[in-house]
């Protein structure tokens, strides 16, 4: 079991720059890839980044490529979510989440583990 906490969400300009972290807590941090997905009102949730169990891979929806950077402190079991040029389409609530294994999946449902959520607002 882990659990994961969110932190770092809030209001900012277009072009602004934000950072996500998440925390988790429980055992054997360094077993779980982990992933950031997000879900905007009215749509369905989606991938934006994940990182794999030793941070050696890390994936990326396109629309974020270049501008969002994923990573991980083992030592601190944390993640975090680094986002820069944000623009109102960033606009969503922003969860961490955490699956057994090595490899990054896209798919929600590979992911048992979920944090609650921080709000990102990227005004126009």
């Known amino acids: 079991q882990v659990q994961l906490v969110e932190s770092g969400g809030g209001l900012v300009q277009a072009g602004g720059s934000l950072r996500l972290s998440c925390v988790a807590s429980g055992r054997a941090f360094t077993s779980y890839s982990m992933g950031w997905f997000r879900q905007a009102p009215g749509t369905e949730r989606e991938f934006v980044a994940g990182?794999?169990?030793?941070?050696?891979?890390?994936y990326y929806l396109d629309s974020v490529k270049g501008r969002f950077t994923i990573s991980r402190d083992n030592a601190k079991k944390t993640v975090y979510l680094q986002m820069n040029i944000l623009n109102p389409e960033d606009t969503a609530v922003y969860y961490c989440a955490a699956r057994p294994g090595t490899f990054v999946k896209r798919i929600i449902n590979e992911y048992p583990f979920w944090g609650q959520g921080t709000q990102v607002t990227v005004s126009s």
């Open positions: 990182i794999s169990w030793s941070g050696s891979s890390a």
